[in-house]
Structures are given as C-alpha cells and as structure tokens.
C-alpha cells in the first residue's frame, strides 16, 4: 500500500461487529493525543502504523490460502480518496 495514511490487514470478515470493534478501538487509541503534525490526519498515520501497509498472502491453485473466516480489509483512515493498491504475485 503506497500510502501513509491507509493500510491493508486480514482479520475476521464473516461478523461485520470484528470489523467495527477494530475500528472503534483503533479511533479510541488515537482519541486525546496531541500531534505535532498538523494537517488534520495524524492519527491516520499512527492508526496506519499500527495497522500496517502490506500483507504477504499464498496463493495455491489460484486462490488465496485464508482461513474460513478470514477476509483482506483495506483501512482509509484519511478519506474517501482515490488510493493506489500495489500487487505483487510471485
């Protein structure tokens, strides 16, 4: 992800409420903080630091190796925006 402020994470995709607590919790571990940066997006940055910005996914017969429940999450955490994905498959 060649961004700074978005990030990519593979986590529990069949319960809609996984999805909602990470991004629940991630917004009250950024709530209070004073940032230096100040353009309005920090805590996208250190949410995207804690997130991370690339996955590494096997790939077997054409498809990815996740588990049952597991889905790929694209996180923005400065947008809507038109955001560049890099794919990479070995």
Known sequence: MPHTTAGIFINEGYDPDVKD???????????????????GN???HVKTTLIGNSLTI???????????????FFAEFDGPRE????MQIL
């Open 58 to 72: 096997p790939v077997q017969d054409g498809k990815l190796c996740l588990g049952k429940w597991q889905r790929v």
């Open 83 to 86: 955001r560049k994905i890099v």
């Open 21 to 39: 607590d990470i991004l629940r919790n991630l917004e009250k571990m950024t709530e209070g903080i004073e940032f230096r940066h100040s353009e």
């Open 42 to 44: 920090s805590d996208g």
